[in-house]
T-cell receptor
Framework: GAVVSQHPSWVICKSGTSVKIECRSLDFQATTMFWYRQFPKQSLMLMAT?????????EQGVEKDKFLINHASLTLSTLTVTSAHPEDSSFYIC????????????FGDGTRLSIL | QQQVKQSPQSLIVQKGGISIINCAYE??????FPWYQQFPGKGPALLIA???DVSEKKEGRFTISFNKSAKQFSLHIMDSQPGDSATYFC?????????????WGLGTSLAVNP
C-alpha cells in the first residue's frame, strides 16, 4: 500500500520551455503533498507543501512564480517549472501523506530534469 | 544550522556485519522519527519509524534505538547484505503551521562488501 507514482521519470528540454511533473497517490487519498529537490549526493530540500484545494506553501527562497504547484484533487498534484533554465536541472521528488493524524510521507521515484 | 545531525557520512561494512547510523536533534517539538532508504535514481522509501514514547522498535533486520533524554536515535542494520547498499536518511517530523514537515539529516552512504 501507500504507492506514489511520479511522471515523467526523466525529461530533457530546451532552455525557456516549461515542464510539468505529475505526482499521484495510487491507493490512498493524500490531503497533503510535498515537493522536494535533490542535488547529487545531497539531502532532500523541501520546496513546497500543497494541500488539496488550497494554495501551496513555499519554503523560503523558492520562487512560487517559477515553480507552480497545483493540488486539484486528493490524488494528484503537479509541479510546473516555468521558463526552465540549466540551473533548474535537478532531481525533483514528490511525496504524499494519507489523510488523518500524524501520517508518514510516501515518496515517488523522482523526476530527473535536464535543461539544455 | 542543521537541525538533525546525521553521522557517519559514509560507512563500509562487511556482509553479515552490523551497520549503525546515528542521528541527533535539538528541537524537542519533534515527535516522529522516520528512517528512509534511497537507491540511486529512486525516491526515498520509508524503512522504519519511531515515536519518542518508545525506546526501541524492531522490524526484521532493522532496529531503531531512541534516547529521548539525549535527543539521539540510531538505525541498526543487522546481518548487513550487499542489497542494503544505499543512502540512508534520518528525519524528524514537526508541526509547521497547518502541516507537518520533515527535517532531514544529510544522509549516510552505506556500502556492504560481499
Amino acid at each position: 500500500g501507500a504507492v506514489v507514482s511520479q511522471h515523467p521519470s526523466w525529461v530533457i528540454c530546451k532552455s525557456g520551455t516549461s515542464v510539468k511533473i505529475e505526482c499521484r497517490s495510487l491507493d490512498f487519498q493524500a490531503t497533503t503533498m510535498f515537493w522536494y529537490r535533490q542535488f547529487p549526493k545531497q539531502s532532500l530540500m523541501l520546496m513546497a507543501t500543497s494541500n488539496e484545494g488550497s494554495k501551496a506553501t513555499y519554503e523560503q527562497g523558492v520562487e512560487k512564480d517559477k515553480f507552480l504547484i497545483n493540488h486539484a484533487s486528493l490524488t494528484l498534484s503537479t509541479l510546473t517549472v516555468t521558463s526552465a533554465h540549466p540551473e533548474d536541472s535537478s532531481f525533483y521528488i514528490c511525496s504524499a501523506s494519507p489523510a488523518g493524524g500524524n501520517q508518514p510521507q510516501h515518496f515517488g521515484d523522482g523526476t530527473r530534469l535536464s535543461i539544455l | 544550522q542543521q537541525q538533525v545531525k546525521q553521522s557517519p557520512q559514509s560507512l563500509i561494512v562487511q556482509k553479515g556485519g552490523i551497520s549503525i547510523i546515528n542521528c541527533a536533534y535539538e528541537n524537542t517539538a519533534f515527535d516522529y522519527f522516520p528512517w528512509y532508504q534511497q537507491f540511486p535514481g529512486k525516491g526515498p522509501a520509508l524503512l522504519i519509524a519511531i515515536r519518542p514514547d518508545v525506546s526501541e522498535k524492531k522490524e526484521g533486520r532493522f532496529t531503531i534505538s531512541f534516547n529521548k533524554s539525549a535527543k539521539q536515535f540510531s538505525l541498526h542494520i543487522m546481518d548487513s547484505q550487499p542489497g542494503d547498499s544505499a543512502t540512508y536518511f534520518c528525519a524528524a517530523s514537526v508541526n509547521a503551521g497547518n502541516n507537518r514537515k520533515l527535517i532531514w539529516g544529510l544522509g549516510t552512504s552505506l556500502a556492504v562488501n560481499p
